[in-house]
Structure formats: structure tokens, C-alpha cells
């Protein structure tokens, strides 16, 4: 790949990144039942807090995926550095969505009778399928990586 289209990608990944980070210090401010809560109160809420720490495997993935382009970047793509950074990208996506499922459950479990959870439950279906799809894609891409590697690395002994 062209070093320019990579820089682009890694700007994408980047600019994805803030966008998130800016939604999740903002929304927590306009939800519903913040509206009569001062700010301590609803930075310290649990599901808030959940969601923060919920927050954590997606951005590794991110981060691992800004690494894995800057292998590609350097030509490293056929390494072992790279196998790990799709493994470490795929068990990111299964715990996020993990975690999701769980916020999906306690939500719907344990929700206020007097408030309608389906939109909070169809966001969670949505994110559970996307990162779903990531963990299958980073899984598929890390098998076909390491026979690669495999393959490199005994063309490599027998030259």
C-alpha cells in the first residue's frame, strides 16, 4: 500500500478516536436523567461509569488497529507482531461485546417500569453485531496472517 493511503487510514482511526471520546463526555451531559443532576453526580453514575469502562477495550482495538497499519506501513506485515495485533484486536471485540450484552441484560432486567428500554436494547443489538463482525473479520484475517507467516518462514529456511 502507498505510505499516503496508510497516513489516511491512520487519520481515520484517529479522528474516529476524538469523535467517540467527544460523544462519550458529551452525551452522559444531555441524557434524560441528567437534566436535574449537577456534574459530579453524573460523571459518578454506574451505568455512565460502566459504559467508560466499557469504553476501554474499543479504544485498544483502535489502537491496535493504528498498529497494525504501521506495520503495514513499515512492510512488517507478514510477522508475528502482526498476528498478535489482530489476536489482541479480535479478543477486544468479543470482550466489548461481552460487556455490551451485559449492559443489554441488567438494562432489561432491572429497568424502570415506567421507561421504554427498546432504544437502549437496539443500540446494544447493533454494537453487538459490529463487533461480532470485527472479532470474526480480525479472526479470519489473523488465520489466513500466521499460514502466511508459516509459509514465509519456511521459504525462508529452505532458501
Known amino acids: 500500500m502507498k505510505k499516503v493511503s496508510i497516513v489516511f487510514l491512520q487519520a481515520v482511526i484517529v479522528l474516529l478516536g476524538m469523535v467517540i471520546l467527544a460523544i462519550l463526555i458529551r452525551v452522559p451531559l444531555t441524557e434524560g436523567r441528567a437534566t436535574n443532576l449537577d456534574l459530579l453526580s453524573i460523571y459518578t453514575d454506574p451505568l455512565i461509569l460502566y459504559g467508560y469502562a466499557t469504553s476501554i477495550a474499543f479504544f485498544v482495538a483502535l489502537y491496535k488497529a493504528f498498529r497494525l497499519l504501521g ?3 513499515q512492510n512488517k506485515v507478514f510477522s508475528s507482531k502482526s498476528v498478535r495485533t489482530l489476536r489482541s484486536i479480535k479478543y477486544c471485540a468479543i470482550v466489548f461485546s461481552i460487556l455490551i450484552v ?4 441488567y438494562i432489561r432486567i432491572f429497568f424502570d417500569k415506567d421507561d421504554d428500554p427498546a432504544g437502549f436494547l437496539a443500540l446494544c443489538l447493533v454494537t453487538i ?3 461480532v463482525v470485527v472479532a470474526t473479520s480480525a479472526a479470519i484475517f489473523e488465520k489466513l496472517l500466521q499460514n502466511a507467516v508459516d509459509m514465509k518462514s519456511e521459504n525462508d529456511l529452505t532458501v
Open 71 to 73: 506495520y503495514i506501513g
Open 129 to 131: 453485531l459490529a463487533s
Open 102 to 105: 451485559a449492559a443489554g441484560l
